[in-house]
């Protein structure tokens, strides 16, 4: 009941499309709507709600990646009834790499939803980090179950085939350099700059080959904002060559 | 009526003592016995099962970690409403750390469950990896939320001090230097051995303190096993002192 009065009434709301598209992307209606439009709004054009706080969906992302984590430590669990610890935790970093995170998050078509101030092409990180946002905003919104049955049916049935994960390589910027030696390039990792101090402080990461910057990324652990930078150059070298 | 049932009938089970005991320290009873029993295991007393795997408690402990995270980011998500992720991602870090687990393990009376073949003193990371086991147990066994009930009412209500953690230094090998320098002593980390190959790789790494090791601890990352260390030498050091 309570679920037609809410259809009855959101179609004249200013929401109305977003209620829609979430529909189709998550298989239930949201509740509670502010959830899911901070969890699209990168702090780019977010507002600040008190001092040092913004309402953008970087506290929704953290959350997200969390609950994430410990649903595909379960999912991998079952999957592989005799797998040791080790290989189970080298899955799930594979599986919730940003790259695989950046990808499904424009396979789901969140890419449109996204409220940004930015230009796309140096900065797909955002699609996967408003991925993890979504789902914080499902897990506060509609609980831990709820969100555990959206990643198993809508994310992993269609969209991952563990056997080409299991295969996968990770170490993207070993990768990278193989490829600039075989190739005859020259490449280089460079700190474009650092944002923050203290425990705030990122690591600006560019990958610059034959002196041409063709990827970035941040990341408050230089090796890994290194790995990110490196993985989105080689997606960019394959879908070029 | 169900459970009437079980506490006529577990009392002539050989496990009744466990039962009762976990009665003590969950608040409530385990419905699969054995999940807890695994959960308590340590490898070094484990049978394989199959090539290569173990009924030991690791492939618990990898789930607890993930589900104990997850956990630990909606609580602080929820007591921080105005801090940003660098901050909720620091406290989280600092809330599971080794010495933090290891410590609430004992509190609990977790390390008197466990099953091992080990000396204890250079091992007390067993006891924090048998609490993230038990976390693994209790969310197969009962569910997320009973889980997050457990943790909410019974670990951070009773045992951990916000304020404390929050003013808490992290960075221990550090902190170690600083006071050998002080004291002047020397103080050595040393690779002891690497234990596996490949993604299993890992690494012991020995605190010499004038020659003598006074702590060792093991990570898949030895920055990771360096700091566990040096932790667990602070401790030491701070408990004689």
Do not use: C
């Amino acid at each position: 009941m309570a679920a037609i009065i809410k259809q009855l009434f959101i179609p004249f709301s200013a929401d109305k499309k977003l209620y829609y598209s979430l529909r189709n992307i998550l298989g239930f209606y949201p509740t509670n709507i502010a959830l899911y439009k901070q969890a699209f709004r990168h702090s780019s054009v977010a507002h600040e709600i008190k001092e040092g706080v913004k309402d953008s969906n970087e506290r929704l992302e953290y959350l997200g990646d969390a609950i994430l984590s410990a649903i595909i430590a379960h999912h991998l669990f079952t999957l592989f009834p005799f797998k040791d610890e080790g290989f189970l935790t080298k899955m799930r970093s594979k599986l919730v790499s940003r790259m695989q995170l950046n990808q499904l998050s424009v396979k789901l078509g969140l890419n449109k939803l996204i409220d940004s101030n930015l230009e796309a092409s140096y900065n797909s990180s955002v699609n996967g980090d408003a991925f993890e946002a979504l789902i914080g905003a499902i897990y506060l919104d509609k609980g831990y179950n709820t969100t555990y049955h959206f990643i198993r049916t809508r994310i992993i049935q269609y969209h991952i085939d563990m056997d080409a994960v299991e295969t996968k390589e990770t170490d993207f910027k070993s990768k990278l350099i193989e490829w600039a030696q075989k190739e005859k390039h020259e490449v280089k990792f460079v700190v474009a700059t650092e944002l923050g101090t203290g425990y705030q402080k990122q690591f600006v990461i560019d990958v610059v080959i034959d002196g041409e910057v063709i990827a970035k990324a941040q990341h408050y652990v230089k090796k890994k904002a290194e790995q990110y930078a490196a993985e989105q150059a080689l997606l960019l070298i394959t879908s070029n060559s």
